[in-house]
């Protein structure tokens, strides 16, 4: 059995990573099907497992998807023109990660158990997907950045999803040479840490 505060130690570990500091090292075949096997071991709304892995590694479709992200940061700049660390931060790693992946959810075409009151269910279903993917990739040593600045209609046509795919994560996966011990947004103090007293109220 795990131990709880050791595992919650690991949970504390796991970081996002995007600054330049992804090694030009592969990430392994095996490793990466860790990777996938720990996203479909997630819980799913009616176990309806409503999720999509595509696995990118050309440099092409990566550039492009680049471009997309410099555009939907070009926005974001503007939106947050007052401040100065906005603007220096490093928000991707789409060209410096050796894999990029894109989750996706594909909407069923019946009924599913559970969705039929809370129509988003099947979306949050492959945000655990990613969160098993985050986990065991920091399992392995392998770092993970989650991309959010980008235009969906875009990115999944570069991807050449279906049409009823939608994005819900982006993922840049690599080795680094060490992981930080807090969230970069944290040390930058772009916001504080909230403590649980601050998320958490009983009714009893
Ligand atoms: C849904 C989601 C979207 C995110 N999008 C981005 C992003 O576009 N760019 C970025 O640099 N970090 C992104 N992050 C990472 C968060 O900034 C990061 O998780 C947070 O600052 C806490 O740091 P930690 O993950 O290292 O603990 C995203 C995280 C989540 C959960």
Redesign the pocket.
Known sequence: MLDANEFLEFL?S?????RYDFLDKPIEGDKLQMILKAAISAPSVGYSQPWKFVIIEDENIKNEIYKN?EVENEKAKKIFAKSELYKN????GIKESPLNIAVLYEESDEAVLGMTSMKNMGEYSV?CA?QNM?LMARTLGIAL??????DEEKLLESIKADKKDKLI??LCLGYVERF?D?????TLN??DEKSLDECVRYIR
């Open positions: 504390k796991r970081r996002d990573v995007r992200f931060l490093k928000l991707e945000v990613v985050w950045g989650w991309v959010s600045i980008l994560a982006y930080k807090e969230p970069e947004l944290k772009w916001r």
